[in-house]
Nanobody, 122 residues
Framework: QVQLVESGGGLVQAGGSLRLSCTAS????????MAWFRQAPGEEREFVAA????????YYADSVKGRFTISRDNAKNTVYLQMNSLKPEDTAVYYC???????????????WGQGTQVTVSS
């Protein structure tokens, strides 16, 4: 089993930045694809970004491309999401996810964290 814990969420003004972290425990995730999803109130959970096991491939939703950057440090069993130029529409609970399969934008990941709230004020 893999346990994922997100941190780094909070309240920020539009145009600001936040960095989310997701730390895994239970087993090394160095061979796992890692991803970030988000869910706004009343909305379905949506894909944000993903990174392959060695960091060689990344994929972003169009809505965050150029503003968000996903990265990982396998030695620390941690994946990050740097979020710049934040907009009010980025407000959501952000979830970390892991899978042994290749990058996917679907919510078919094996493991999920509990989420961290990001609120962007206008």
């Amino acid at each position: 089993q893999v346990q994922l814990v997100e941190s780094g969420g909070g309240l920020v003004q539009a145009g600001g930045s936040l960095r989310l972290s997701c730390t895994a425990s239970g087993r090394p995730v160095s061979r796992y694809t890692m991803a970030w999803f988000r869910q706004a109130p009343g909305e379905e959970r949506e894909f944000v970004a993903a990174i392959s096991w060695n960091g060689g491939s990344t994929y972003y939703a169009d809505s965050v491309k150029g503003r968000f950057t996903i990265s990982r440090d396998n030695a620390k069993n941690t994946v990050y999401l740097q979020m710049n130029s934040l907009k009010p529409e980025d407000t959501a609970v952000y979830y970390c996810a892991a899978t042994t399969r290749y990058i996917s934008t679907a919510t078919t990941y094996n493991y999920w964290g509990q989420g961290t709230q990001v609120t962007v004020s206008s």
